[in-house]
């Protein structure tokens, strides 16, 4: 009898590429979406196929995080139910990280989920957080309540290279013009990103990403998502909620969050020690390539990280089908 490939999942013979076929699946159904300017229409399409593939899974999953609540998404709504029974497992799921990118063809669009044991992934609220993230090499020496520069010479000398080396990568939102500027005046490089952190956070922690840091605010439950990638992969993530309206600090009060200012360290993010995480390009990014299509068939590459120190680059040729006849 074949074994199953990972400790996360041991009653049931689930193996980690099934969750590569996961986010194969959405990556490849919001992919005929690219550049026609309708990311709702990505996105449910990514939605619906994402969950018909974990509906096949033999495990009892549990959304934690997803596309909201249930009054506010039909499908993958936090809370709902997946799977046809197993181990139990949390499940936090972005099927579109970056649906602005999808819409206008842009770079580093992913579809994107981690798997822990039950409790093992914070339940974020929908709020904004300031976010640090960093590699292995320089993970033990930055702190978020750091100052900039004094983070930025920290990283350049984890990784034994000038400060005007080091590469930071911001959301290009008004809100971060002052972290820019500090960023700038310490000498560092910055990549301006229109949309998804999750992606930028994560290409910190893999050296041929030429990307060393990433900060500023985004948004909580992406950033879980980045944070499961980063642990399994021996990078720091560190958070601090930043809620944009009373609404948003009473909710995250109400969900346990009782301290408001209080630094949420990667273990805080991502209690389990026993994570899979896996994402596949829908756009062509830092971390994997887009899909690509050559006449009936799409090729697709994903990441997949495991807990216990595995990465692995996959690439996949699906096909879509019979050719259509000549006329």
Known sequence: MTRPSTALLRTHPVHSLDFVKVTEAAALAASRWMGRGERDAADGAAVEKMRESLGEMEIAGRIVIGEGERDQAPMLFIGEEVGQGGEEVDIAVDPVEGTNLVANGLPNSIAVMAISERGGLLHAPDSYMKKLAVGPKAAPYVHIDAPVRENLEAVANALEKPINDVCVVILDRPRHADLIAEVREAGARIRL?????????????????????????????????????????????????????????????????????????????????????????????????????????ARTQSILVHSNGTVRFIESIHRLGARPSAR
Do not use: W
């Not at 720091?236 to 930043?242: A, K, V």
């Open 193 to 297: 990103i229109s949309d998804g952190d999750v992606d930028a956070c994560i290409a910190t922690a893999i050296d041929s990403t030429g990307i060393h840091v990433a900060m500023g605010t985004g948004g909580a439950p992406e950033g879980v998502l980045a944070a499961a990638a980063i642990k399994c992969l021996g990078g720091n993530f560190m958070g601090r909620l930043q809620p944009r309206s009373r609404e948003e600090a009473e909710r995250a009060v109400a969900m346990g969050f009782g301290d408001l200012e209080r630094v949420l360290s990667i273990d805080d993010l991502v209690k389990s020690n026993n994570v899979i995480f896996s994402a596949t390009g829908i756009t062509d990014g830092d971390l994997v390539h887009g899909v690509r299509f050559y006449g009936n068939q």
